[in-house]
């Protein structure tokens, strides 16, 4: 078989392509709602309102793995929401760590569908919210999760609870993602929990200045062992904890956040330790 | 000659009156709400705001809405024909992922009478229990200077809970004033 394009030129085009799509589609929310940039939280999406998100993360040591991710979502109706997101690699590392690039941005190289239902909510006072959200997702792996290695379809599960103010903010929860095997290759099972807490200065709760609001987001991972022709590899998987700084600015029906993920505790084969993790989201609500 | 004026004026004058009667039976339906104050729970975001406004902005017959993040508000002014109702505006705040709480309405319509409620029915027929404002005893605000069939227009609050399967939403009077 013969391609037009190599896979670099391939890699080119899809940079040009999404730039191009950016500058003419304003760019959406990244985790749909509030703005933690890795952790879980609770979206919301008015019945029938769309959403969409460009993301941009990387994750590695050194040599760092850079993809994008477009995102877009719509509300089915006001507690039920679907998502569906699409990734770009940019660059790749040949061991990437198991992990999603967000927990709610889909698993690094998976097309992936989801349904958020919110199924718990509690309207305390003006600008008050405390709710619970159950996540469900199907992925479906575009390229190879290792050196020739490439799994089935997988799926992630997550649960989150929240409180959302015009002041303060947090969440807890916590997320399962399993890819089938593929010639008896996957990647280990992924189980893990987060913790936001965000805080808007009160500068920025006027309606006058742009809605700016930030994260201490805390993320631990727990990588069950990778298995290769059906047998699990000795000494893969592991445990990560990250604590980073991110923040999401609102204007309107435009959104811009970033975060940095430090690793504070890592025991994972020496490939797959990380330095820091990266992201950047833009969005827009139509 | 003067009686040939005198006619000429009358049946002018009858003329116009028909015409400008005529007119008034063309004119589009009054309008039955007016105004709206509404707060709105769990709103704590820009966008949040800006969907809100939206979707009560496109209603056919909404002139401004404006939602304070703040005050978790709603300001509604609607044209001087429109066939909103105010349970239209509940759901689009339903709809939003939020909750509609208490409410100060100005709507116009006619007064009815059921045994001893008094209801303000509005042209497209939603129905407004009246009760008497807490300052009843003072005078304004209170049921017994209604008259069945009149067309007025009444401002009043709507209470922060209510079951949002009734046909009647509770009005308590704030002020009634002939529409006429």
């Known amino acids: 078989m013969t391609y037009c394009l190599s896979p670099v030129h391939l890699k080119s085009v899809c940079v040009a392509a999404g730039l191009l799509w950016l500058s003419f589609v304003p760019p959406a929310m990244g985790q749909g709602g509030h703005g933690p940039a890795f952790g879980l939280a609770t979206p919301t999406l008015p019945q029938g309102g769309w959403n969409y998100n460009s993301t941009l993360m990387s994750v590695g040591t050194g040599e760092r793995s850079l993809m994008t991710r477009q995102s877009l979502w719509y509300g089915l109706t006001e507690h039920l929401q679907l998502n569906a997101s699409v990734p770009v690699t940019l660059r790749s590392t040949p061991s990437p760590p198991t992990t999603r690039g ?8 998976s097309l992936e569908v ?10 305390l006072g003006v600008g008050k919210r405390f709710e619970s959200t159950l996540l469900v997702g199907g992925l479906y792996p575009t390229r190879d999760y290792g050196r020739e290695r490439r799994s089935g379809p997988g799926v992630h599960l997550a649960a989150v ?50 809605d700016w609001r930030l994260f201490v987001e805390a993320l631990g991972e727990s990588v069950g062992p990778e298995r290769r022709d059906g047998s699990a590899v000795t000494g893969s998987g592991g445990e990560k904890l990250f604590v ?43 | 000659m003067y009686n040939a004026m005198r006619t000429f004026i009358a049946r002018t004058s009858a003329l116009l009156v028909l015409l400008l009667a005529g007119g008034g039976l063309f004119q589009p339906a009054q309008a039955q709400l007016q105004k709206i104050e509404q707060t709105i729970f769990g709103m704590d975001c820009a966008p949040c705001a800006h969907a809100m406004e939206q979707s009560i902005g496109s209603m056919k017959g909404v ?4 939602v304070t993040l703040n ?11 429109n066939e909103v109702t105010y349970r239209d505006i509940r759901k689009a705040i339903s709809n939003g992922g939020f909750s509609a709480k208490k409410a100060t309405l100005e709507a116009q319509g006619t007064l009815r009478q059921k045994g001893d409620q008094w209801i303000l029915e509005t ?37 922060a809970s209510l079951n949002t399967k009734d046909t009647l939403w509770p009005l308590r009077i704030q002020r009634v004033r002939s529409a006429t």
Request: charged share 20%; net charge positive; no cysteine.
């Open chain 2, 71 to 81: 005050d978790g508000r709603a300001s509604i002014d609607l044209s001087n024909t």
């Open chain 2, 63 to 66: 002139k401004t809405v404006s």
């Open chain 1, 114 to 123: 989801s349904t958020y239902w919110r199924f718990h909510r509690q309207y």
């Open chain 1, 244 to 286: 980073g700084p991110t923040t999401l600015g609102l204007y309107g029906a435009w959104g811009l956040s970033a975060g940095v993920l430090i690793p504070m505790y890592q025991d994972v084969p020496r490939v797959q330790e990380e330095d820091l993790r990266l992201m950047f989201n833009f969005t827009y609500w139509f």
């Open chain 1, 102 to 109: 967000g927990t709610m941005m889909g698993g690094l190289s």
């Open chain 2, 123 to 159: 042209p497209a027929g939603e129905q407004f229990v009246l009760r008497p404002s807490k300052k009843a005893s003072s005078g304004e605000g209170g049921l017994q200077d209604l008259k069945p069939d009149r067309q007025v227009i009444v401002t009043g609050q709507i209470p």
């Open chain 1, 161 to 210: 609870t929240g409180y959302a103010s015009r002041s303060v903010y947090a969440w807890a929860g916590g997320g399962y993602q399993h890819y089938t095997a593929r010639d008896g290759d996957r990647p280990g099972d992924l189980r893990y929990g987060s913790l936001v807490l965000g805080w808007r200065p009160a500068y920025f709760r006027r309606g006058s200045t742009p």
